[in-house]
């Protein structure tokens, strides 16, 4: 029997059921002093460390992002696409040699000659690549359990459970941000941010969004900080003047600043007092960095990626010693217009990314700065006239100093869109739509482990990683995946 709600059972569920008691009056000392004990016991960073979260919304399509280069499988590709005679373009498929450029070399090959390269648009990423500061986790999703094709189909729900809501924009969204579908208040990233306030000066800079409110970055404790790409947001009446007059201005500023024997208005108050130390905190620290490094002009990611950078080279200035980034790009929905418009991103993601890790080693932190990738969903291998639709599995992209890279992680999925009892008919559930042999909570476990994450706390940040590895009987679904140092 399958535990699908293990987020009741965890020290952290303990911890937060005891904070609530404490707020109803009857168990406050024992509440805080549980609470300080615990993420006091999660870990003590003397270095320094980040993770960096770049989502794809709207579902990237995984077969023209990562794309099978070998000729058996590259021929097959072309054939479920719409390809042209002669492995040229045609349908939804990228000509062979439209890919050489960007073929990926790995240090060890891949079983039955597989080989993999790149889209074209993703020079920047290719080369990272092959100089080994990069990794491709192959065919990842979300599961709740390890499935196969058959279980997958089985109506025994409760032996064989799927992600809720498979194939939903939102939910998957959530699912993979958070474990749990769009309603869910805490996320993975927030869940390593409560285990690392204990390390930061000021905790409230341990989880930072630069683009806007996502369910990934919010923990029990941690609070997720946004910021824009021009820097801290600022209160428009106490950073500026208010009718053209200062005195307004500081009337102002101290009206929504001083105390309150009001409970809820003196809420307000702290919350405010907050964020206007904060902005002069990351404004101050933001000041100090200068990167020479150059990132593409035009480009939404780019630009958040570079605050992100800044906000890192100010790490000291902020007190930080663990921190949690998240950025994204959307624009990924490509029922339509796949061949089109789908270049435009991967560069937008490539030039990114790279200009990212070129600023990370100017910093002098390359092997302490971790990014990967992430989205809803892959996509299906077929094609529905102009575009690809929702799939399930994808294949991810990790970067860093710290990366075991110029390799393969995980399964290379057959090239096949075919429903037969055929063990390379096993692995997609229909269309070509993937049916994930590594699971999120597998890849961010990784992640998690090289952050600092200690073994025993892994439960409560990630409640369906329990159902994989030598522990739970299954070996094939190693909790740790071996791509990073």
């Given at each position: ?132 500061k990069a990794a491709v986790q192959l065919n990842v999703g979300p599961l709740v359990v390890p499935l196969t094709r058959a279980q997958y ?333």
């Open positions: 029997m399958h535990l699908l709600t293990p987020e009741l059972h965890s020290r952290r569920a303990f911890l937060r059921r005891s904070a609530q008691l404490g707020m109803a009056g009857t168990a406050l000392p024992l509440a805080l002093n549980l609470a300080a004990m615990g993420e006091a016991a999660a870990f003590t960073a003397t270095d320094y460390k980040a993770l960096v979260c770049v989502f794809l919304y709207g579902g990237n399509d995984y077969a023209n992002t990562v794309v099978t280069y070998d000729d058996a499988s590259y021929n097959r590709y072309s054939a479920i696409r719409g390809g042209g005679a002669g492995q040229t373009a045609g349908g939804i498929a990228l000509a062979k040699a439209a890919l050489t450029p960007t073929l990926l070399n790995p240090t060890q090959a891949l079983p039955d000659n597989r080989q993999y390269a790149l889209h074209p648009a993703m020079g920047g990423l290719a080369q990272l690549f092959n100089g080994g189909s089985s109506a025994d729900r409760k032996a064989y459970p799927v992600p809720p809501k498979l194939f939903s924009h939102n939910d998957q969204q959530s699912v993979w941000q958070s474990s749990s579908p769009e309603g869910s208040t805490v996320g993975w990233g927030g869940n390593l941010g409560d285990l690392a306030l204990s390390s930061n000066g000021n905790s409230l800079f341990t989880c930072i969004s630069v683009t806007g409110n996502a369910v990934y970055l919010s923990g029990d404790a941690a609070l997720q900080y946004q910021v824009s790409t021009g820097g801290a947001i600022a209160i428009n009446g106490v950073k500026n003047n208010v009718y053209g007059q200062s005195a307004v201005r500081s009337a102002l500023t101290t009206l929504i600043q001083q105390p309150s024997n009001h409970t809820l208005e003196d809420e307000y108050t702290r919350v405010t007092r907050r964020a206007i130390a904060a902005e002069s905190s990351v404004t101050s620290g933001l000041a100090g960095v200068s990167l020479a490094t150059a990132f593409p002009a035009g480009n939404p990611l780019a630009d958040q990626l570079k605050m992100v950078a800044r906000l890192i080279g100010a790490r000291q200035a902020l007190g930080a010693k663990r921190q949690v980034f998240m950025v994204s790009l959307g624009g990924f929905d490509l029922h339509d217009n796949l061949i089109a418009q789908q270049p435009v991103l991967m560069q937008r993601l490539s030039e990114a990314m790279t200009a990212f890790y070129n600023a990370t080693v100017e910093l002098g932190l390359a092997d302490k700065v971790t990014a990967f990738t992430a989205s809803d969903f892959g996509r299906t291998l077929t094609s529905n006239g102009d575009g690809s639709d929702h799939g399930w599995g994808g294949h991810h992209l990790v970067v860093g100093g710290a990366v075991k890279g110029q390799a393969f992680y995980g399964t290379a999925p057959p090239v096949s869109v075919a429903n037969t009892a055929a063990p390379e008919d096993q692995w997609h559930v229909g269309q070509g739509r993937l049916l994930p042999t590594t699971s999120v909570d597998q890849y961010a476990a990784t992640l998690a482990r090289w952050f600092g994450v200690g073994p025993g706390e892994m439960a409560g940040i990630l409640p369906n990683l329990g159902h994989f590895g030598a522990a739970a009987g299954r070996p094939d679904y190693p909790v740790d995946l071996g791509f990073m140092g």
